[in-house]
Nanobody, 126 residues
Framework: QVQLVESGGGSVQAGGSLRLSCTAS????????MAWFRQSPWKEREGVAG???????NYAASVKGRFTISQDSAKNTLHLQMNSLKPKDTAMYYC????????????????????WGQGTQVTVSS
């Protein structure tokens, strides 16, 4: 069982930046992936960005060029640097993870992930 704890959410004006962090308890398999998803009241949960244990990354088109995902492997901590934030980025952001499998690129499909954090709120005002 992997436990995920997110931090770093908050409120910011449009054009501002926030950095989210997610710390995983431990992995029993060297093949794993960590990702960020988000959900707003008017949309289904969607994948934002993912990074696997080989260092491959994948971004949703809506955030490419503005968000950067990185990992501190020694601390099992995933970061999401969010720049040029827009009001439409307002959502609850969830950290997610799986282990024991590998894909060509980190998937942004909900069904692939079986470990989830509690979420951290990001609010962007215009």
């Amino acid at each position: 069982q992997v436990q995920l704890v997110e931090s770093g959410g908050g409120s910011v004006q449009a054009g501002g930046s926030l950095r989210l962090s997610c710390t995983a308890s431990r992995y029993s398999d060297s093949r794993y992936c960590m990702a960020w998803f988000r959900q707003s009241p008017w949309k289904e949960r969607e994948g934002v960005a993912g990074r696997d244990s080989d260092g491959k990354v994948n971004y949703a088109a809506s955030v490419k060029g503005r968000f950067t995902i990185s990992q501190d492997s020694a601390k099992n901590t995933l970061h999401l640097q969010m720049n040029s934030l827009k009001p439409k980025d307002t959502a609850m952001y969830y950290c997610a993870s799986y282990q024991g499998k590998k894909y060509f690129l980190p998937p942004l499909r909900l069904r692939e992930y079986n470990y989830w954090g509690q979420g951290t709120q990001v609010t962007v005002s215009s």
